[in-house]
């Protein structure tokens, strides 16, 4: 089941990607670096959940919290995108709420330190951060 979801979310991202790589390879689209950003944190959350949800099932509980985080953060990343993408009216409130919830993320997956998933996924959210905050000023 939790490959099955794993899965999903893989081909959901590869295929959102996949459109906007052919776009702009054909020249039409400029990806904004925070929406490159905030799709590179959805997909490392989305990937350390799956990590979590395997290390859960073999009994290590530490990672309630950073699944909980994780599935949190990619939600608020992949809206983030779209909001940026659109330059949308809301964007300096949803890349503060981004911001927050990629630090937050970033602290939790950091506290596995011997997890390479966790670590790069809190690496992903540190990079993200940065992004929404210089793009909220």
């Known amino acids: 089941m939790i490959r099955r979801i794993f899965l999903l979310n893989c081909l959901a991202a590869a295929t959102a990607l996949a459109g906007v790589s052919q776009l702009a390879e054909a020249g039409e689209l ?18 350390c959940v799956t990590a ?12 309630v919290e ?14 983030c995108a779209k909001v940026m993408s ?20 970033s602290a939790a997956c950091a506290k596995h330190a011997n997890d390479p998933v966790c670590q790069a996924c809190a690496e992903k ?3 993200c951060a940065n992004m929404c905050k210089a793009h909220r000023e």
Request: hydrophobic content about 30%.
């Open 30 to 47: 400029k990806i904004d670096p925070c929406v490159a950003a905030c799709q590179s944190c959805e997909s490392a959350c989305s990937a």
């Open 52 to 63: 979590c949800l395997e290390e859960l099932e073999s009994g290590k509980t530490d990672r």
């Open 66 to 79: 950073c699944i909980r985080l994780c599935q949190d953060c990619a939600d608020i990343c992949g809206v």
């Open 86 to 105: 659109r330059n949308g009216p809301l964007k300096s409130v949803i890349a503060t709420a981004c911001a927050e919830a990629c630090n937050e993320c």
């Open 125 to 127: 959210c540190r990079a």
